[in-house]
């Protein structure tokens, strides 16, 4: 088969060139194909389709209904497996997989949400009198932690007390809360360490030793601000989050539906993100339907086939910044936190889950000596969701037993993140 590709690819070249193709030119267009890529087998294997049949069989015994199970197993030259591969299925949280690509399509990988912290008034002997403002930017991840190294940052101001209110403008969240009023309550709570509840002492604790604990007392109360800020706004501190690729491996590792649906949202909602996926993956919009933007609900529906070709399409992307599916997602005997921690994924294979309550899915890539990169897609639809995790955890036990699976590496790009990390909080020229 590959000597009929490259003598067609070189006969191809003499019909646009014409006789001037010489033979040596017509050889090194042949030796193409020893190229390395060839090395990969193209051919079905019959190993591995005995093991999906035996995984469907084994879900058929125990009573679940075999054409609700989809999947699609492929490396980048061959299929492997299918059944009901193309069929738009309750896909759960795969719907973070198009989140991500719409996410990384709209803003670049080193992309930070901006909060930005103003004034209003005077600052005399550690108090403002005035109003402290809080103006958001979309910013998903603004915890405790955050909250923290930002009170610190007004310390290093001078600032320890303000007469007047707070007020929350633009789009600030914080420890997932959508609500500007109820976010500024949890600010105000985490800027004075005199009012912290044991559970910010919790969240204290896991910060460097060093940190020291803010204070910075509000006398008034909480507002909400809709319109522009007051003319005699000064600018303190821009807080920067971490970085869009950052975020995106914590809301992929812990498979959090409000981040999902915050950044989902930011690039237009529902409808865009799935337009934006299905064009991003080349596959058919009716593969990809989509409601919201976390995969909260049954009628989000993705077929296995398109699983895959999104995370292929996001692997090719991802090559060009010397990142990785990897990266992005959790890994098989290295993230052992979040949607993995009770799960038995064999080490190097980056996943990412999804469950509803009749609903199980995993999609995710094997890295093997023997076939290069394997992207697989398995969606599940029946009751015992631990039952069909085990059963999913088992077949990628058998195809790793199969392959060789190339351990993964980690990047330092995604996974040196800390939260309330002091260098965030930019002080203005000012």
Same mark, same amino acid.
């Not at 303190?236 to 812990?254: C, E, G």
């Not at 865009?272 to 993956?281: E, G, L, P, T, Y």
């Given at each position: 088969?590959?000597?009929?590709?490259?003598?067609?690819?070189?006969?191809?070249?003499?019909?646009?060139?014409?006789?001037?193709?010489?033979?040596?030119?017509?050889?090194? !267009?042949?030796?193409?194909?020893?190229?390395?890529?060839?090395?990969?087998?193209?051919?079905?294997?019959?190993?591995?389709?005995?093991?999906?049949?035996?995984?469907?069989?084994?879900?058929?015994?125990?009573?679940?209904?075999?054409?609700?199970?989809?999947?699609?197993?492929?490396?980048?030259?061959?299929?492997?497996?299918?059944?009901?591969?193309?069929?738009?299925?309750?896909?759960?949280?795969?719907?973070?997989?198009?989140?991500?690509?719409?996410?990384?399509?709209?803003?670049?990988?080193?992309?930070?949400?901006?909060?930005?912290?103003?004034?209003?008034?005077?600052?005399?002997?550690?108090?403002?009198?005035?109003?402290?403002?809080?103006?958001?930017?979309?910013? $998903?991840?603004?915890?405790?932690?955050?909250?923290?190294?930002?009170?610190?940052?007004?310390?290093?101001?001078?600032?320890?007390?303000?007469?007047?209110?707070? !007020?929350?403008?633009?789009?600030?969240?914080?420890?997932?809360?959508?609500?500007?009023?109820?976010?500024?309550?949890?600010?105000?709570?985490?800027?004075?360490?005199?009012?912290?509840?044991?559970?910010?002492?919790?969240?204290?604790?896991?910060? $460097?030793?060093?940190?020291?604990?803010?204070?910075?007392?509000?006398?008034?109360?909480?507002?909400?601000?809709?319109?522009?800020?007051?003319?005699?706004?000064?600018?303190?501190?821009?807080?920067?989050?971490?970085?869009?690729?950052?975020?995106?491996?914590?809301?992929?590792?812990?498979?959090?539906?409000?981040?999902?649906?915050?950044?989902?949202?930011?690039?237009?909602?529902?409808?865009?993100?799935?337009?934006?996926?299905?064009?991003?993956?080349?596959?058919?919009?009716?593969?990809?339907?989509?409601?919201?933007?976390?995969?909260?609900?049954?009628?989000?529906?993705?077929?296995?086939?398109?699983?895959?070709?999104?995370?292929?399409?996001?692997?090719?992307?991802?090559?060009?910044?010397?990142?990785?599916?990897?990266?992005?997602?959790?890994?098989?005997?290295?993230?052992?936190?979040?949607?993995?921690?009770?799960?038995? !994924?064999?080490?190097?294979?980056?996943?990412?889950?999804?469950?509803?309550?009749?609903?199980?899915?995993?999609?995710?890539?094997?890295?093997?000596?023997?076939?290069?990169?394997?992207?697989?897609?398995?969606?599940?639809?029946?009751?015992? !969701?631990?039952?069909?995790?085990?059963?999913?955890?088992?077949?990628?036990?058998?195809?790793?037993?199969?392959?060789?699976?190339?351990?993964?590496?980690?990047?330092?790009?995604? @996974? @040196?993140?800390?939260?309330?990390?002091?260098?965030?909080?930019?002080?203005?020229?000012?």
């Amino acid at each position: 088969m590959l000597e009929t590709i490259g003598f067609a690819f070189a006969s191809l070249l003499m019909d646009l060139f014409g006789q001037k193709t010489t033979s040596t030119e017509v050889a090194a !267009i042949i030796s193409w194909q020893e190229a390395k890529v060839f090395d990969v087998p193209t051919q079905a294997d019959s190993k591995v389709e005995a093991i999906v049949k035996d995984y469907l069989k084994r879900l058929a015994a125990q009573g679940y209904a075999i054409e609700q199970q989809g999947i699609w197993l492929q490396s980048e030259w061959a299929q492997l497996a299918r059944h009901q591969d193309s069929l738009p299925a309750s896909a759960a949280s795969l719907t973070k997989i198009a989140t991500t690509i719409a996410a990384l399509e709209t803003w670049s990988l080193d992309r930070r949400f901006e909060t930005r912290i103003y004034q209003t008034g005077t600052l005399n002997n550690g108090v403002v009198e005035g109003d402290l403002i809080v103006q958001g930017d979309g910013d $998903p991840l603004f915890v405790w932690e955050e909250a923290i190294a930002l009170g610190n940052a007004l310390n290093q101001l001078g600032i320890r007390q303000i007469k007047g209110n707070l !007020i929350v403008a633009g789009k600030f969240y914080m420890n997932f809360k959508s609500d500007p009023q109820a976010s500024g309550e949890l600010l105000k709570l985490g800027l004075d360490s005199r009012r912290w509840t044991p559970l910010i002492q919790k969240q204290y604790q896991s910060m $460097p030793s060093q940190t020291p604990r803010p204070q910075v007392a509000i006398a008034g109360g909480i507002q909400v601000r809709r319109d522009s800020l007051p003319d005699a706004s000064q600018l303190l501190l821009r807080h920067q989050s971490l970085t869009l690729a950052q975020l995106l491996k914590k809301m992929n590792v812990y498979s959090n539906n409000v981040m999902s649906e915050m950044i989902g949202d930011a690039v237009g909602g529902a409808a865009a993100v799935s337009q934006i996926a299905a064009k991003f993956a080349r596959v058919s919009p009716d593969e990809i339907q989509l409601i919201n933007t976390s995969g909260l609900g049954v009628e989000n529906r993705i077929s296995p086939r398109a699983a895959c070709q999104m995370l292929m399409a996001l692997q090719d992307k991802l090559k060009s910044h010397s990142l990785s599916v990897a990266d992005l997602f959790p890994v098989g005997g290295r993230d052992r936190n979040g949607t993995m921690q009770w799960r038995s !994924i064999p080490s190097g294979i980056a996943v990412k889950t999804g469950t509803l309550a009749q609903v199980s899915a995993l999609a995710g890539v094997i890295p093997t000596k023997e076939r290069g990169l394997v992207w697989f897609a398995i969606i599940n639809r029946g009751g015992n !969701i631990e039952r069909l995790r085990a059963e999913q955890d088992r077949l990628l036990q058998r195809l790793s037993q199969h392959w060789n699976v190339i351990p993964a590496t980690a990047n330092s790009v995604t @996974n @040196n993140a800390f939260f309330g990390d002091p260098n965030r909080n930019l002080k203005t020229d000012g």
